[in-house]
């Protein structure tokens, strides 16, 4: 009894949470205008055509046919032809113009599906690179651009066209009621109390799959994921060497067969809703047209009069189905295109600074950072704490330490891709948070410790994200001769103009080390006064770290470089040295000062002498030594 009494306020409910997402109709209907207005404006002015053509043809069908009835009661006295003719003509019009207009608009749809869809995926590609690097250590975030990449393809679109036929619906629904109230109240009562179970019905399914889809989000990424990892080149080694294969094609089967379940488990449920809202609706109509045909039995209605009732009955009920069908559509697609517009709404907080600097020069003082503390989101201690450093201007600063002293962190808040807690950097004693970020970013070159493979040509790889107008063939070939590429790139099929990466055809793969240094020529080709390389020698050998320490040295002149590095023979070759522990600067000096001191940089040095000995009995001092 309680369920019953219960009923009508759940449908309320349900209404009431599915109405609130309307108000993002108008923002669905304004990205799609963004994209193709033109398109749009043709596309909606054949949509309302296409609304008024049927009623037309119901109408001039009841005229042929009262025409036709006309001339068999006047068999005897021919009347003249031309009305029934002339009704059948332009009916046949109709049905072909119907035609035309059905094939021209698949034709304008699939143009705006197209432009639609290149428009959002521009507006989220805009947004990934605009949100803060913070925002990719959220999971919620990686949930929210799961929904937002896999809904911008087709629910913006597919919003418009269940709009449109909506609107068409509407108006051909409305003609067909005006058609059948000179018979009485009773046939538009019916035609719309036949559509009232899946009115009911409607609003619930619609937020019954949203809200299992939001559910299910981080077991779709999951599910990705696996299958990524089933089929992608940069696991295929692991896969077969760990016979990882069936790990991952069970784990993905796995979720996939609980996502199958749940999302069956909703189609069943809507399916079973579908088919007694249906039988309904066929119960009302049939009792409908029965009492017409009893009308028509007593000579009340005539048979062009029946046949309009039936047409108009008949694809009454089919619009009202229709109606409900795209009403729900539209507002699931508003449900989950909310999901779009949260990412699209989403703000960085690593914002332009309103101090305007001229054009890049070459720093005069330094860079100075003082007292940064900084703690990554959710992480339970600070990477840096009480961090004090000075670059001098046009020297080359090594920076040192163990795993996880925080030294890849300065490079990120270097270049604002964070923000510090507290304390301050400085650019020839102007806070960095001063200036446009563009700007500070163009004043700054790096090379991180996990460089970006491009699948793209050798010299498409190295000037990429130089700016415009700063390109030039004679710089590119020294940066890569500066980064040690000349060597390898000149035994490449076509040189520079060989395709990097087996995924395309022609593609050549490269060597770690090889990548490693067609990056570091990427960091070096870019004319920025500050260059920031983490791990620069990581893949390289001790004599080619030697010859790259000498040539970088060169190519370096007057600009400013921090290198991070665990390789004590490149920071001996470093004007100055700083070891780093524990998140702050514990020691610093030439590399001769700290080599003959007692710290943390003097027992490594002096521990990978002695094992340089060992391993080579003609170890002289200075020779090649170590990664500590």
């Given at each position: 009894m309680s369920d019953t009494r219960n009923a009508p306020r759940c449908f309320a409910a349900r209404c009431r949470q599915a109405a609130a997402q309307l108000p993002l109709l108008p923002r669905a209907v304004g990205l799609v205008w963004q994209a193709a207005p033109l398109h749009t404006a043709v596309w909606a002015a054949m949509l309302l055509l296409q609304g008024l053509l049927p009623v037309a043809a119901v109408h001039l069908t009841r005229l042929v046919v009262d025409g036709l009835v006309a001339i068999q009661r006047n068999a005897q006295t021919p009347p003249s032809h031309s009305g029934p003719l002339w009704s059948a003509a332009l009916l046949a019009g109709v049905l072909l113009a119907s035609e035309a207009l059905t094939a021209l608009a698949q034709w304008i749809r699939a143009a705006l599906g197209e432009r639609v869809q290149d428009h959002v995926m521009l507006r989220i590609h805009r947004k990934s690179a605009e949100v803060d690097l913070a925002f990719y250590e959220s999971a919620d975030f990686y949930d929210r651009l799961h929904r937002a990449r896999s809904d911008a393809m087709f629910r913006p679109l597919a919003l418009l066209q269940s709009t449109g036929g909506l609107a068409q619906g509407a108006v051909t629904l409305v003609a067909m009621l005006a058609v059948l109230m000179p018979y009485g109240p009773?046939?538009?009562?019916?035609?719309?109390?036949?559509?009232?179970?899946?009115?009911?019905?409607?609003?619930?399914?619609?937020?019954?799959?949203?809200?299992?889809?939001?559910?299910?989000?981080?077991?779709?990424?999951?599910?990705?994921?696996?299958?990524?990892?089933?089929?992608?080149?940069?696991?295929?080694?692991?896969?077969?060497?760990?016979?990882?294969?069936?790990?991952?094609?069970?784990?993905?089967?796995?979720?996939?067969?609980?996502?199958?379940?749940?999302?069956?488990?909703?189609?069943?449920?809507?399916?079973?809703?579908?088919?007694?809202?249906?039988?309904?609706?066929?119960?009302?109509?049939?009792?409908?047209?029965a009492w017409m045909i009893t009308r028509a039995f007593h000579g009340l209605v005539s048979l062009g009069d029946l046949t309009l009732l039936?047409?108009?009955?008949?694809?009454?009920?089919?619009?009202?189905?229709?109606?409900?069908?795209?009403?729900?559509?539209?507002?699931?697609?508003?449900?989950?295109?909310?999901?779009?517009?949260?990412?699209?709404?989403?703000?960085?907080?690593?914002?332009?600074?309103?101090?305007?600097?001229?054009?890049?020069?070459?720093?005069?003082?330094?860079?100075?950072?003082?007292?940064?503390?900084?703690?990554?989101?959710?992480?339970?201690?600070?990477?840096?704490?009480?961090?004090?450093?000075?670059?001098?201007?046009?020297?080359?600063?090594?920076?040192?330490?163990?795993?996880?002293?925080?030294?890849?962190?300065?490079?990120?808040?270097?270049?604002?891709?964070?923000?510090?807690?507290?304390?301050?950097?400085?650019?020839?004693?102007?806070?960095?948070?001063?200036?446009?970020?563009?700007?500070?970013?163009?004043?700054?070159?790096?090379?991180?410790?996990?460089?970006?493979?491009?699948?793209?040509?050798?010299?498409?790889?190295?000037?990429?994200?130089?700016?415009?107008?700063?390109?030039?063939?004679?710089?590119?070939?020294?940066?890569?001769?500066?980064?040690?590429?000349?060597?390898?790139?000149?035994?490449?099929?076509?040189?520079?103009?060989?395709?990097?990466?087996?995924?395309?055809?022609?593609?050549?793969?490269?060597?770690?080390?090889?990548?490693?240094?067609?990056?570091?020529?990427?960091?070096?080709?870019?004319?920025?006064?500050?260059?920031?390389?983490?791990e620069p020698t990581s893949a390289l050998d001790a004599a080619a770290e030697a010859d790259w320490m000498d040539r970088f040295r060169r190519f370096a002149d007057d600009r400013t470089a921090l290198v991070i590095t665990h390789r004590l023979t490149t920071a001996r070759r470093a004007d100055l040295v700083c070891v780093m522990a524990a998140g702050r600067i514990v020691e610093s000096g030439t590399h001769e000062q700290l080599a003959a001191g007692d710290g943390w940089y003097a027992r490594c040095w002096n521990a990978s002498l002695g094992a340089a000995a060992a391993a080579s009995p003609d170890y002289q001092a200075g020779g090649p030594v170590l990664v500590a």
């Open positions: 009773l046939m538009p009562l019916a035609l719309l109390a036949a559509a009232a179970p899946a009115l009911v019905l409607v609003p619930g399914a619609v937020l019954r799959r949203y809200r299992w889809r939001v559910a299910s989000t981080a077991d779709e990424r999951r599910a990705w994921y696996y299958d990524t990892m089933a089929t992608s080149g940069h696991s295929a080694a692991d896969v077969r060497l760990l016979d990882l294969g069936g790990h991952f094609a069970d784990a993905y089967q796995s979720l996939r067969r609980a996502l199958r379940r749940g999302s069956v488990g909703l189609a069943r449920r809507e399916a079973i809703a579908e088919a007694a809202a249906g039988a309904w609706s066929l119960a009302v109509m049939a009792a409908a047209l039936y047409q108009a009955l008949t694809q009454g009920q089919r619009l009202t189905r229709t109606l409900l069908e795209n009403f729900g559509q539209i507002l699931g697609h508003c449900l989950f295109l909310s999901g779009l517009f949260e990412f699209l709404s989403l703000r960085p907080r690593i914002l332009d600074g309103r101090v305007p600097r001229p054009g890049i020069v070459p720093l005069r003082r330094g860079i100075r950072m003082s007292n940064l503390r900084f703690t990554y989101p959710a992480a339970q201690s600070p990477a840096l704490d009480g961090f004090d450093l000075f670059l001098p201007a046009g020297s080359i600063v090594a920076l040192v330490g163990a795993n996880g002293a925080g030294k890849s962190t300065l490079i990120k808040l270097l270049c604002r891709l964070y923000d510090p807690d507290s304390g301050i950097i400085e650019l020839d004693g102007r806070d960095i948070r001063d200036l446009p970020l563009a700007d500070l970013r163009r004043h700054i070159t790096v090379l991180f410790q996990q460089p970006v493979r491009y699948t793209d040509t050798v010299e498409r790889n190295i000037a990429i994200g130089c700016p415009r107008g700063a390109a030039d063939a004679s710089r590119l070939r020294a940066s890569a001769s500066a980064a040690g590429c000349d060597t390898f790139v000149s035994a490449l099929p076509q040189g520079y103009q060989t395709l990097l990466g087996k995924e395309y055809a022609d593609g050549v793969e490269l060597s770690v080390g090889q990548w490693q240094r067609l990056a570091l020529a990427r960091a070096l080709n870019r004319p920025a006064p500050v260059i920031l390389l983490d």
